[in-house]
Every structure is written in C-alpha cells, then in structure tokens.
C-alpha cells in the first residue's frame, strides 16, 4: 500500500461492505418486501428490529423503527441514502430476481448496462432506493485507451435478461 501523491495509503483491497441498516416505517411492511419478494431470510429479530440475510449470513441487512416507526420517508433535495446496490452472483440469479419484482408488480425506476455491470433500480417500501446488479468479469469491463474503466450508463435489455431464465443456471 503506497503512497498516493502524498496522500494516505488506499484502503486495502480485502475491505468490503458487510451490511447495511435501514430505518423503516413498518417492520412487518418491510419484511413482506426483503423477504416475501426479494427473497432474503430472517436471522434474528428483536423488538423493533429485524435482520435478514442471503445464505445463512448472520444479515446482510437490518431493518428497525427505533427512531422511525410510522414515520415518513426524507423530502426530496435532503442529504442521506440515495440507494442499496444488493450484488448477485449470476446473470441468472439476477434475472430471476427481475422476475420476483413482476409478479409482485414492483415497478422499475430504471434499469441499466453500465458496461461493468447490469443494475435493476426501484423503491423498497419506505421509500429507500434499491440497485439489484450483477457484475461482469473484471476481463469483460470497457476500457479507455489509457485503461482507466469507460463505464457507461445504456439501457439495459429486459427482455434478454429474462432470456436467461430459459438456459440452465450456471453455478
């Protein structure tokens, strides 16, 4: 880890996101969306709070009305959270996932191909901004002739995302 032009050193590399806590309105409300639709399972709760993850994860994401209960979400131009990207593993899964949110008739506020990854965008029930993607390998992403990443925002093919429902999943 050097040093960066007199900077402090880069974060090392090994460093991710573990999980996330969202203040919700309705507890019951929001694990009907995190785990009815979307899927996640419930770890653990405790009054006013619940935590679930993928896979037996001890939670990917708290939910609680501590501070929240019954409350509204924040008027548009104020600072917070503009959205929670959920990463899946697969073009499959996320197809799937996309399915999940049509017979639930969750409506898309967008969805992109951003050339490093594909992103379903949408509201959770309090009003929190959702990105669904998956990634593409590292070897796919565009490059500038420098080799600095060329990310994109095009519109994402829906139609072929679901598709890949029809071929076997790739593990």
Same mark, same amino acid.
């Given at each position: 880890?050097?040093?960066?032009n007199g900077e402090l050193p880069a974060?090392?590399? $090994?460093?991710?996101?573990?999980? =996330?806590?969202? +203040?919700?309105?309705? *507890?019951?409300?929001?694990?009907?969306?995190?785990?009815?639709?979307?899927?996640?399972? +419930?770890?653990?709760?405790?009054? %006013?709070?619940?935590?679930?993850?993928?896979?037996?994860?001890?939670?990917?994401? %708290? #939910?609680?009305?501590?501070?929240?209960? %019954?409350?509204?979400?924040?008027?548009?131009?104020?600072? /917070?959270?503009?959205? =929670? @990207?959920?990463?899946?593993?697969?073009?499959?899964? #996320?197809?799937?996932?996309?399915?999940? *949110?049509? =017979?639930? +008739?969750?409506? *898309?506020?967008? @969805?992109?191909?951003? /050339?490093?990854?594909?992103?379903?965008?949408?509201?959770?029930?309090?009003?929190? /901004?959702? &990105? !669904?993607?998956?990634?593409?390998? $590292? &070897?796919?992403?565009?490059?500038?002739?420098?080799?600095?990443? +060329?990310?994109?925002? &095009?519109?994402?093919? *829906?139609?072929?995302?679901?598709?890949? !429902?029809?071929?076997?999943?790739?593990?």
């Amino acid at each position: 880890m050097g040093d960066r032009n007199g900077e402090l050193p880069a974060i090392d590399p $090994r460093v991710g996101i573990g999980h =996330v806590h969202l +203040k919700v309105a309705d *507890l019951d409300r929001a694990l009907a969306f995190y785990c009815g639709i979307l899927g996640f399972e +419930k770890t653990f709760a405790r009054p %006013g709070a619940a935590f679930i993850s993928a896979g037996g994860y001890h939670h990917h994401i %708290g #939910l609680n009305t501590w501070e929240s209960r %019954g409350g509204q979400p924040p008027a548009p131009g104020t600072t /917070g959270l503009y959205h =929670v @990207a959920i990463l899946y593993p697969t073009r499959f899964l #996320l197809a799937e996932a996309l399915q999940r *949110l049509i =017979v639930a +008739k969750i409506p *898309l506020e967008g @969805a992109s191909d951003h /050339g490093v990854s594909e992103a379903l965008y949408l509201r959770d029930p309090d009003d929190n /901004g959702i &990105e !669904l993607y998956r990634d593409r390998p $590292r &070897e796919e992403w565009p490059k500038m002739p420098d080799g600095t990443l +060329k990310m994109v925002t &095009e519109r994402l093919d *829906l139609q072929d995302l679901l598709a890949e !429902l029809d071929r076997l999943p790739v593990a």
